[in-house]
Structure formats: structure tokens, C-alpha cells
């Protein structure tokens, strides 16, 4: 997940899972990262490895806490969206 106001959301819109057209569905605030994108992936592996690098940390909870909504991904041509 992250948040609309995110740098992330702000300067890649197009990571989040959106309809297009439509206006995004918010849950607790935010959006659901689109991880059928490569590019979103190794984002997501880039930013993981360099916390855990650079920071002592001995636990991490990995919890989702909203429901999926506007399950479309804009990598995806038409006829293999859900």
C-alpha cells in the first residue's frame, strides 16, 4: 500500500492499481501498489534492501489491512485484465 501523497504516488501515478477514468478507491487512506509491473517491483525491492542495509532492524511485521479494490493494471492489455 501506499499513500495518494506519497512522493512515489505523486511522481508515478500509474504504480497504483486505478481504473481509468475513475477516481482512485481510497482504503485507509491509501492505494495498492500495482506488483504485476516490474518496475514497481524492483522499486519495492530497492527501497526494502536499502532500510534493512542502512538501519539495524531486527523485526518487520508485513501486514494488509484493506481490501483490494480497482484491480486494473495499466501494463496489462485489455483482454487480460480481472
Not at 22 to 43: A, E, H, I, N, Y
Request: net charge positive; with cysteine.
Amino acid at each position: 500500500m501506499v499513500s495518494e501523497n506519497s512522493d512515489l504516488c505523486r511522481s508515478h501515478p500509474d504504480r497504483a492499481l486505478t481504473v481509468p477514468g475513475r477516481k482512485p478507491t481510497m482504503g485507509r487512506s491509501q492505494l495498492v501498489l500495482d506488483l504485476s509491473r516490474k518496475d514497481v517491483v524492483d522499486w519495492l525491492c530497492d527501497t526494502l534492501s536499502r532500510l534493512l542495509r542502512e538501519n539495524p532492524i531486527d523485526y518487520i511485521k508485513w501486514d494488509m489491512n484493506r481490501n483490494l479494490a480497482d484491480v486494473y493494471s495499466r501494463c496489462l492489455p485489455a483482454d487480460r485484465q480481472p
